[in-house]
């Protein structure tokens, strides 16, 4: 019998108009944790599609436990032979139980009804093996956060005795508690002697949990080998093709006037007393821990959620803001950080996502869109943005995780804004697309435009902004300058919760 689990020799799958994999390779051992590494739209999802039996293949050699596979497989037979995936995107069935989900496709049936008391014992069990005590198995998936539907993937996979756990992005939505607690669980599987194909474009946590990895590039298999023998910069060259000096460019541009005076705004509990100020030409940085009330503030400002108080004054002049139409209307626009639920209409054509929040733009005076006006737009987005895409005809949910979010920047870009602000704007974006969303940055920066950007990664928040505002619990706790700031001292104001803690 082979020495690996999993093996995939000359793996090729072409979708309409896209080689999304050309003669790749992969070799799992048992007990190995393998990091899966490309650009968006390399083609990891894909191949990992395949192995789980989402998708088949078009041709190549699949061996599973030494299994081969001849012919097509589906992901019930995936799932016999021990292999589970987490999907990028989580698709759980928010409205039923964790226990309904857990068992879902292979419920318990006792008296011809379901034995919702056998599988609730059961998934506390699983639960419980990945040390996790305090989840109600009777809990709506719905209403748990984030990490938590995590766990409760993860749970599956274990109940169906996965022996190849496949983790496509599993921390780019995750606090960093969470992360750590997803690590402890990821050391645990493998000391169960799980196999686990770890996909993820935060390059820094790789080292607490890799064995090994695996490259790809544009479909194509690169290289692989022990993670130990590759430093960083071999890894970022391989990913990308060529070197990236500069992972944070940061262009210095004058500060102009005032552009935006934030002042006492209070939106729920996570906006209290908020005042700041944003000039022309400034990158102002929002860092705080998860939950600090960073998204809150935007959305207040942007008329997503409603204020109780507080004034937005641009350029001088008074706003009134109820609804995001009236922010977008003054120059005022907000990239939000959920792309799949806020960001994009993924059923719709990247075209028409483009289209749809600038149709004042596009539209004449009688309603009719303006074909010239439009293409115009739509070549302006991408162009700005390098997505990779059939067309701007395909529908935006066809486009790999990172082109997703390329598009819901891009539609911003197509029109003439005062503010732009960006919540967690790189979020499962490869290294070189985030270079080139802060290319953008710079570049509207440049036009005298004042860009907010909230993000949970420290080194990113710290490397393009230009001045920093730390939230903790609602509050504006601290401002600091970025190039001169530690890290620590950073950490103190945003875990500052003061007399406010609740
Ligand atoms: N169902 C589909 N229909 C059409 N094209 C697809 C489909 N799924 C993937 N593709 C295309 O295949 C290519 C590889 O996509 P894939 O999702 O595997 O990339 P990825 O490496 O996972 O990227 P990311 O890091 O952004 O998630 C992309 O060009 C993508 O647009
Ligand atoms: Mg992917």
């Known amino acids: 019998m082979s020495e690996y689990v999993v093996l995939m020799e000359h793996i090729t799958k072409t979708f309409p ?24 739209g390399a083609g990891k999802s894909t191949l990992m599609k395949i192995l789980s039996g989402v998708y088949t293949r078009d ?33 759980m069935c928010q409205h039923l139980t964790v226990a309904n989900n857990m068992f879902l496709g292979r419920e318990l049936i ?92 935060r390059l820094q946590e790789l080292h607490n949990i890799v064995d090994s990895v695996t490259i790809m590039r544009d479909g194509k298999y690169i290289t692989e ?36 005076e934030i002042k006492n705004l209070n939106a729920g509990r996570m906006v209290r007393d908020v005042s700041f100020d944003l000039y022309e030409g400034e990158v102002l940085g929002f860092s705080g821990l998860v939950g600090a009330g960073r998204t809150e503030t935007m959305r207040a400002i942007f008329g997503a959620d409603v204020k109780e108080s507080g004034e937005i004054i641009l350029d001088g002049k008074k706003l009134t803001i109820r609804k995001p139409d009236d922010a977008i209307r003054q120059g005022i626009v907000l990239a939000p950080e959920d792309r799949k639920k806020e960001g994009l209409c993924t059923k719709l054509s990247i075209r028409d996502n483009i289209a749809l929040p600038n149709l004042d733009l596009i539209c004449n005076s009688t309603g009719k869109i303006n074909k010239k006006i439009e293409d115009e737009m739509i070549e302006k987005g991408k162009n ?82 230009d001045r920093v505002i730390v939230m903790c619990n609602g509050k504006v706790t601290g401002e600091v300058d970025p190039r001169t700031v530690s890290e620590e001292e950073i950490m103190t104001y945003a875990t500052q919760f003061g007399e406010n803690a609740s």
């Open 17 to 40: 108009g896209v080689k999304a994999l050309d003669d790749v390779q992969l070799h799992l051992k048992t007990g190995e944790v393998m990091a899966l590494l490309g650009e968006n």
């Open 59 to 91: 041709s190549g050699k699949m061996e599973i436990f030494g299994q081969d596979i001849v012919g097509d497989l589906n992901t019930k037979q995936a799932q016999d032979l021990g292999v589970a995936i987490i999907h990028q995107e989580l698709n």
């Open 110 to 201: 006792k008296n011809g009804r379901l034995d919702t008391k056998e599988m609730n014992r059961q998934a506390q069990e699983q639960l419980a093996k990945l040390g996790i005590m305090d989840l109600d198995p009777n809990a709506t998936v719905g209403d748990l956060p984030v990490g938590r539907q995590q766990m409760v993937e993860i749970a599956k996979a274990l109940l169906i005795n996965a022996k190849v756990l496949i983790m496509d992005e599993p921390s780019s939505s995750l606090s960093n508690a969470e992360i750590t607690e997803m690590f402890r669980i990821v050391h645990e599987l493998k000391a169960m002697g799980t196999a686990i194909v770890y996909i993820s474009h």
């Open 225 to 260: 080998g022990k993670f130990k023998d590759f430093t960083m910069e071999e890894i970022i060259a391989n990913m990308v093709g060529r070197e990236i000096t500069n992972q944070f460019p940061r262009d210095q541009v004058a500060r102009g006037k005032k552009i935006l």
């Open 384 to 465: 700005s943005l390098t997505i990779k895409m059939p067309g701007p005809d395909s529908q935006a949910g066809s486009l790999s995780g990172g082109n997703q979010q390329k598009v819901v920047v891009a539609k911003w870009l197509a029109r003439e804004s005062r503010v732009v602000i960006f919540d967690e704007p790189t979020r499962g974006i490869d290294v070189a697309a985030k270079v080139e969303i802060y290319q953008i940055i710079n570049t509207l920066k440049k036009r005298g435009i004042g860009v907010i950007i909230v993000s949970s990664e420290m080194p990113e928040v710290m490397g393009i902004s």
